[in-house]
């Protein structure tokens, strides 16, 4: 048993655009949680989370998968660590001892950094169960003194990927709409005759915001949509416009 079987996800509409209310999301890190560089390149970074059972595992172990620097924006430095989490449960049932059940969750932790400190300060992470996500990737691009921060969620099998953007300024994180909000009356007036579309695994370079999403339409599957979108975004306050935008077709 595992907690994706609970939940009853299902796995392949997570990165079309009607299904966005689903997906797994990154949330800002609340407490303060701090840790030395050097650190948090071989430790795993520890950020309070909710627990998947209220019952506690019988064991827990984490590792540093991958750490990594990237750009500066807003005037400070950043960096991530990808953690992997495995916690072993026991329980009891009526016949006496269930099977152990094994959790295993990928987690990206985004990290800034004040300029020639070496502290690093756990702003933004991202948890999910393996299962469900195979990887949770940051890429950060100064605007105007700002930091424009996308982590991309990818999950397992052919479903494909999605991002989220948020907007550092200040002190705070804001969340941004989805540009799938932008681009999908574009993608519709394309289609006029075929509702069934559905637009898939955008990606969008945040210091560009260039950007390519997949359009399926009726009889293709998930690994293979039929068209494509090519697209550049700009960015006004908390909100994408749509600068360009033209649909072509995928090569078979």
């Known amino acids: 048993m595992t907690r994706a079987a609970l939940a009853l996800f299902v796995i392949a509409p997570l990165a079309t655009a009607d299904a966005q209310g689903e997906q ?42 991958e750490f990594d620097t990237l750009s500066r924006a807003a005037g400070k430095r950043w960096s991530f660590v990808a953690q992997r989490h495995t916690a072993v449960y026991k329980f009891s049932d009526s ?29 933004l992470h991202g948890r999910e169960e393996e299962t469900v996500i195979r990887s949770i990737y940051p890429e950060i691009a100064d605007r105007a003194g700002m930091a424009l921060v996308s982590m991309e969620f990818c999950v397992n099998g052919t479903a494909g990927c999605w991002q989220e953007f948020w907007r550092y300024a200040g002190a705070s994180w804001n969340r941004l709409p989805d540009p799938l909000g932008e681009l999908t009356p574009r993608v519709n007036r394309a289609f006029p005759r075929d509702s069934s579309h559905q637009t898939r695994s955008p990606s969008i370079d945040v210091k560009t915001l260039r950007g390519t999403a997949q359009i399926a339409v009726r009889g293709d599957g998930n690994c293979c949509p039929s068209y494509r979108a090519e697209f550049r975004l700009s960015l006004a306050g908390d909100r994408f416009r749509v600068v360009e935008f033209r649909v072509v077709a995928n090569e078979r």
């Open 24 to 65: 797994p999301s990154a949330t800002p890190v609340r407490a303060r949680v701090t840790v030395v560089d050097s650190v948090a390149r071989t430790q795993c970074t520890v950020i309070p989370h909710r627990e998947v059972y209220d019952t506690p595992p019988v064991s827990r172990s984490c590792r540093v998968v």
């Open 95 to 123: 016949a006496g001892t269930a099977p152990l059940d094994t959790i295993v969750e990928t987690e990206t932790v985004l990290f800034s950094e004040a300029s020639g400190s070496r502290v690093l300060t756990a702003v």
